[in-house]
C-alpha cells in the first residue's frame, strides 16, 4: 500500500533562512509524488510534482524537492523562507487502483520576520 | 478560466440531519474527486466522479454518496450525520478519468460542523 509519512508537524524558520519540510514514502512500485500547499482558508494547490523524471524537481515560487530512492525520502526545500510561505504542505503520493491522491497529516511551517 | 467552487462555504447540522455540498469543476475538466478534511490532518479520499459515474470510492461508508452532472459540476451528500463528521470537504477536478496524474485544482472546501 502506498503512504507518506511527515516528519515534522511544524517547523519554524526566521525569513531569508533555508526551509527543509521532510517526507519518506512507501511504495510497492514506482511512486508518484507531489508536494502540495494549503493557505488559510484556501484551496490546495500543487507546489510541484516527481513523476520518474528528473530527481530534483522545481516546483512554484523558488520550492524545489529531490526524490531519493534509497532513502524513501522527498523532502522539499527552499534556499530563502519568505513571509507568504507560512501556510501548511502536505506530501502525496498516487493511490492504487484508485488512482487518488494519499496526502500526509501536513507539515504547518511558520515564517519569523 | 473559472476555477472551482464549492457552496456553501460554511455550514452547521445536527446528528442525525442530512447534508448536500456542491461543486462547480474548473472550465473543461471532466473529473471531480472529494476529500474530507478533518481538523490537523491531511486530506482523505471519499470518491471520484468520471463523466457522470463513479470510478473510485475510499473507505467511507455508504452514507456519503455523490453525484455528477451533464456539466461536470458535483454534489456529496451525506446521511445520518455524526459528530465525526465535522471536517473540512474539499472538491478537486481534474481532466481524464480512472489514471490520476496528481494534478487536481482544488476549492476551497466547505466547511461542515455537525452539533
Known amino acids: 500500500a502506498q503512504s507518506v509519512t511527515q516528519l515534522d508537524s511544524h517547523v519554524s524558520v526566521s525569513e531569508g533562512t533555508p526551509v527543509l519540510l521532510r517526507c519518506n514514502y512507501s511504495s510497492s512500485y514506482s511512486p508518484s509524488l507531489f508536494w502540495y500547499v494549503q493557505h488559510p482558508n484556501k484551496g490546495l494547490q500543487l507546489l510541484l510534482k516527481y513523476t520518474s523524471a528528473a530527481t530534483l524537481v522545481k516546483g512554484i515560487n523558488g520550492f524545489e524537492a529531490e526524490f531519493k530512492k534509497s532513502e524513501t525520502s522527498f523532502h522539499l526545500t527552499k534556499p530563502s523562507a519568505h513571509m507568504s510561505d507560512a501556510a501548511e504542505y502536505f506530501c502525496?503520493?498516487?493511490?492504487?487502483?484508485?488512482?487518488?491522491?494519499?496526502f500526509g497529516k501536513g507539515t504547518k511551517l511558520s515564517v519569523k520576520p | 478560466e473559472t476555477g472551482v467552487t464549492q457552496s456553501p462555504t460554511h455550514l452547521i447540522k445536527t446528528r442525525g440531519q442530512q447534508v448536500t455540498l456542491r461543486c462547480s469543476s474548473q472550465s473543461g475538466h471532466n473529473t471531480v474527486s472529494w476529500y474530507q478534511q478533518a481538523l490537523g490532518q491531511g486530506p482523505q479520499f471519499i470518491f471520484q466522479y468520471y463523466r457522470e459515474e463513479e470510478n473510485g470510492r475510499g473507505n467511507f461508508p455508504p452514507r456519503f454518496s455523490g453525484l455528477q452532472f451533464p456539466n461536470y459540476s458535483s454534489e456529496l451528500n451525506v446521511n445520518a450525520l455524526e459528530l465525526d463528521d465535522s471536517a473540512l470537504y474539499l472538491c478537486a477536478s481534474s481532466l481524464g478519468g480512472f489514471v490520476n496524474t496528481g494534478e487536481l485544482f482544488f476549492g476551497e472546501g466547505s466547511r461542515l460542523t455537525v452539533l
Open positions: 502525496v503520493v498516487t493511490g492504487g487502483s484508485q488512482g487518488n491522491l494519499i
